[in-house]
C-alpha cells in the first residue's frame, strides 16, 4: 500500500520551481486489512506530504496524450503483479514495471509488500543514487509518504539533484512529476533492480593494417540513448595497454603476432554504463624496414687491397646490420663476413659486391646487396716516363704520340687515332699522317697500356684542328687612275676557301672577302704609272694567311 500525493488543483505543466512544502493529501481509509496471502496493509490516514516537485500529469490518458507513457498499465492495472493490490496502487504499478523489464513474477523477497518494506528488504541494492528504471523508494512516514512509505518509477535522471518519476497512488491517480532535492520531499533511497543500460547499437571499429609501427586509426561505438559520454581502450589480446587510449593505437614489436581490439565505455548520468568492444584484428605482422639508399663497396679492386662495406640507409633506422661478401654472386663464406674485405689471388678475374642484412625487433629481417666493383686484378699498369705529342696539326705533317715506359714492361700499348671522335680504324700505330680528309677536323688520340689481370692505364692527347698551307695567285690590271685585281686562294683538303683579304697600292687599300676561293678587288684614286699591287689573304681558320703581289701600269 502507498501513499496518495496530489496537489489541490494541479496544472498540466507549471513552472519550475511549483513548490509544495504542505500539499493536502486525499483522505483514505479502508475498513478491513486483509493481512493474509502476503496483501499489504493500508493505513487508516496519510500524514501530510512536504515534497518539493512539479507535475507534468495526470491520470492515464492525460499523461498518454501529453507524450508520458503509462507502459500499458492502464489496460493490465487490474492485474496483482507480485502479490500487490491491483488497481491505483504505488506497489502493483512498480511491480509491473519491473516484470515489464524482464523481473520475474514472483516477488524477489519475502515478507511485507509494503512500500515502506521494498528498500529495507532490498538494501543490499539500494543506496542513494538515482538511475534511470531504478525504483524511487520512500520509508514510511517521511515527507512525501504516508505510514506505508511510497514507490516510483524512475523515468530520467537530470542531474543527481532532479529526477523524472511516474507513479500511481492507491485510491489516487496517475502522475509524472519532476522532484527536486532542495525540499524534505527527496527518496529515502532508490532500489537498483534492472536498471536501464546504455545500449550498444554499433560496435567500435578499427581501420589499418594491423602490423608493427603502422598506426590503427580506431573508431568509437555508438550507444542509445545517444549524449553518453565515451572512454577508448586498446586492448592487445585481450588485456589492455596502459596509457592507449586515443583514438589511434600504433602496434608495437612486442605486439608481434597478437591481435589488437578496441573497448568503448559509455556513461550517462542515471543509466548503467556500457561496454562494446570491437572485432579483434589479425595478428599484427612484423614491420617492413624500407630501404632509401642501397650499400657500396668502397676500395679498388686490386690484391692485396681492402675493401668497405658502406651501409645503405633504412627507415627506421636498424638495430643490427651485418655484412656478407659475394665474389660474381657466390657466398665467400662466414669467415668473410664483415664490414671490410682483403681481396686475395683466388679473387682475381671476379666482380665482388656485399649483401647488408638487417634487423630490428619487430620487423621482418631483411638483406639487399649492392652493385658490384670489379673485376679483381692482380695489379696496376704504372707509367714510368709519360707519353710525349710531337708534330703539328697542318697538312702533310705526320703527327705522334711518342710512348713512354711503364712497369710491369711487358705491358703493350694500343692507341686509338680519332678524327672528330671518330676513330680511323686504318691508323693503328703511334704515329699518324695528316691527309686531304684530315683538313679542318680535330685529331685526338687515347694509348691504352694493359696486361693480362692487370688495371690497364690510358693517355691521350689532343693536337687540334687541321690547318693547311694556301696558296694566293693575283691577276692585276691597271686602268685609268686605278687597278683591278683578280684573287684566288687554293690549299690542299680545302674546296671553297673564304675569308678576307686586303688590296694596296701605296696608301690606297680595298678590302674584299674571297668567296669560294676567288675575290675581285678594284682600286682608285692612283696617280699614272707603274705601281706595286699587294694583296694579303688572312686566312678562314683552316687555310693559312698568304700574301702575293705584282705590277700594273695606271693609265693618265
Known amino acids: 500500500m502507498c501513499l496518495t500525493v496530489v496537489p489541490v488543483s494541479p496544472p498540466a505543466v507549471p513552472a519550475r520551481p511549483s513548490t509544495t512544502s504542505s500539499r493536502r493529501l486525499l483522505s483514505w481509509s479502508l475498513a478491513t486489512v486483509l493481512t493474509t496471502a502476503g496483501l499489504v496493509a493500508v493505513p487508516a490516514a496519510v500524514p501530510g506530504s512536504q515534497a518539493t516537485s512539479r507535475y507534468l500529469c495526470t491520470g492515464y490518458a492525460s499523461c498518454a496524450s501529453a507524450g508520458y507513457s503509462h507502459a500499458g498499465y492502464a489496460s493490465r492495472s487490474q492485474t496483482m503483479y507480485w502479490r500487490m493490490y491491483a488497481g491505483h496502487n504505488c506497489t502493483n504499478y512498480v511491480a509491473y514495471r519491473m ?54 518509477y524512475i523515468e530520467r535522471v537530470v542531474s543527481p539533484t ?26 529515502s533511497g532508490f532500489i537498483h533492480f534492472v536498471d536501464k543500460a546504455l545500449e550498444a547499437t554499433a560496435t567500435p571499429r578499427i581501420e589499418g593494417t594491423a602490423q608493427v609501427d603502422v598506426p590503427l586509426q580506431g573508431h568509437a561505438a555508438r550507444f542509445a540513448p545517444s549524449g553518453s559520454t565515451q572512454t577508448l581502450q586498446w586492448l592487445v589480446d585481450g588485456v589492455p595497454v596502459p596509457g592507449a587510449t586515443a583514438s589511434t593505437y600504433t602496434p608495437t614489436a612486442a605486439d608481434t603476432g597478437k591481435a589488437v581490439s578496441l573497448r568503448s565505455t559509455a556513461t550517462r548520468a542515471g543509466y548503467s554504463s556500457a561496454v562494446s568492444t570491437s572485432t579483434a584484428t589479425t595478428a599484427v605482422a612484423p614491420g617492413v624496414l624500407t630501404r632509401v639508399a642501397k650499400p657500396t663497396v668502397e676500395g679498388f679492386p686490386e690484391v692485396g687491397q681492402v675493401l668497405n662495406a658502406v651501409p645503405g640507409q633504412w627507415a627506421p633506422t636498424p638495430e643490427t646490420t651485418s655484412y656478407r661478401w659475394r665474389a660474381d654472386g657466390v657466398w665467400l663464406g662466414a669467415a668473410r663476413n664483415g664490414r671490410s674485405l682483403t681481396l686475395t689471388e683466388e679473387l682475381v678475374d671476379t666482380t665482388i659486391s656485399v649483401v647488408e642484412v638487417t634487423k630490428r625487433e619487430g620487423y621482418a629481417t631483411v638483406s639487399n646487396a649492392s652493385s658490384g666493383l670489379g673485376p679483381v686484378v692482380a695489379g696496376v699498369v704504372e707509367l714510368v716516363e709519360p707519353f710525349r705529342a710531337a708534330g703539328t696539326a697542318r697538312h702533310g705533317s705526320t703527327l705522334e704520340l711518342q710512348p713512354g715506359t711503364w712497369t710491369p714492361a711487358d705491358a703493350t700499348a694500343t692507341y686509338a687515332w680519332s678524327r672528330d671522335g671518330v676513330v680511323v680504324p686504318e691508323v693503328t700505330g703511334s704515329s699518324y699522317p695528316l691527309t686531304d680528309a684530315d683538313v679542318g677536323r680535330r685529331i685526338t688520340v687515347l694509348a691504352t697500356v694493359s696486361r693480362d689481370r692487370y688495371q690497364g692505364l690510358t693517355r691521350s692527347a689532343d693536337f687540334g684542328v687541321v690547318t693547311t698551307p694556301s696558296t694566293v695567285t693575283l691577276r692585276a690590271g691597271g686602268r685609268k687612275r686605278g ?11 680545302a674546296t671553297s676557301p673564304g675569308g678576307t683579304v686586303w688590296a ?53
Request: charged share 20%; no cysteine.
Open 504 to 556: 694596296r697600292v701605296g696608301k690606297n687599300v680595298v678590302r674584299g672577302t674571297i668567296v669560294d676561293g676567288v675575290a675581285e678587288l678594284v682600286l682608285t684614286g692612283l696617280g699614272k704609272g707603274e705601281r706595286t699591287v699587294i694583296v694579303v689573304y688572312a686566312g678562314d681558320g683552316v687555310v693559312e694567311p698568304g700574301r702575293v703581289t705584282a705590277q700594273v701600269v695606271v693609265k693618265p
Open 99 to 152: 516484470i515489464q523489464a524482464g523481473m520475474s513474477t514472483e516477488r524477489p523477497w519475502t515478507g511485507s509488500g509494503n512500500a515502506s518494506n521494498w528498500g529495507a528488504a532490498m538494501s543490499r541494492i539500494t543506496d542513494s543514487t538515482p538511475a534511470v528504471g531504478a525504483v524511487a523508494w520512500w520509508k514510511a512516514g517521511v515527507a512525501g509518504a504516508g505510514s506505508s512509505g511510497h514507490v516510483a
Open 483 to 493: 687597278a683591278v685585281a683578280r684573287v684566288r686562294v687554293t690549299a690542299p683538303g
Open 162 to 187: 532532479e529526477i523524472v518519476i511516474s507513479e500511481d497512488s492507491w485510491s489516487g491517480d496517475f502522475h509524472w512529476r519532476t522532484i527536486y532535492k532542495d525540499g524534505p520531499g527527496w527518496p
